[in-house]
């Protein structure tokens, strides 16, 4: 995955156990979707970011990524500095209509951010 300022790598085998993984735990369709995408795609290097065209499939992928950047299964460059960052920080934070987490860097700027609950 990439933005502006940060790409974000995993190996095609941490993402697809990642997504196994939950779909034996949740059994979403949304997830098995983002997996077939995936598996179809016989790339050497798979740029999930053009991968996904959906907004849903977008949203499940940003799921997975985070759900890998928080176990220390992903590599973070930061493009405008051109190192690989040591360290990411996870906030959990709650608003009176939303709870998600913040994905950041050791200097507080954002990598990505989910939304997990909307009240």
Same mark, same amino acid.
Do not use: P
């Given at each position: 995955?990439? &933005?502006?300022?940060? %790409?974000?790598?995993?190996?095609?085998?941490?993402?697809? =156990? &990642?997504?196994?993984?939950?779909?034996?735990?949740?059994? #979403?369709?949304?997830?098995? =979707?983002? #997996?077939?995408?995936?598996?179809?795609? &016989? +790339?050497? %290097? %798979?740029?999930?970011? +053009?991968?996904?065209?959906?907004?849903?499939?977008?949203?499940?992928?940003?799921?997975?990524?985070?759900?890998? #950047?928080?176990?220390?299964?992903?590599?973070?460059? &930061?493009?405008?500095?051109?190192?690989?960052?040591?360290?990411?920080?996870?906030? %959990?934070?709650?608003?009176?209509?939303?709870?998600?987490?913040?994905?950041?860097?050791?200097?507080?700027?954002?990598?990505?951010?989910?939304? =997990?609950?909307?009240?």
């Amino acid at each position: 995955m990439e &933005n502006e300022t940060f %790409i974000v790598f995993t190996t095609y085998k941490l993402f697809v =156990d &990642n997504c196994k993984l939950f779909i034996k735990e949740h059994d #979403l369709d949304w997830d098995k =979707d983002l #997996l077939k995408l995936f598996t179809a795609d &016989n +790339s050497k %290097i %798979i740029y999930a970011d +053009s991968l996904t065209k959906t907004n849903m499939n977008k949203s499940r992928l940003i799921f997975r990524m985070a759900d890998l #950047l928080e176990s220390g299964q992903c590599l973070v460059y &930061n493009k405008q500095k051109k190192l690989l960052e040591k360290l990411v920080d996870t906030e %959990i934070y709650t608003t009176s209509f939303v709870n998600g987490r913040r994905i950041k860097t050791k200097e507080k700027y954002l990598i990505l951010e989910t939304v =997990d609950g909307v009240y």
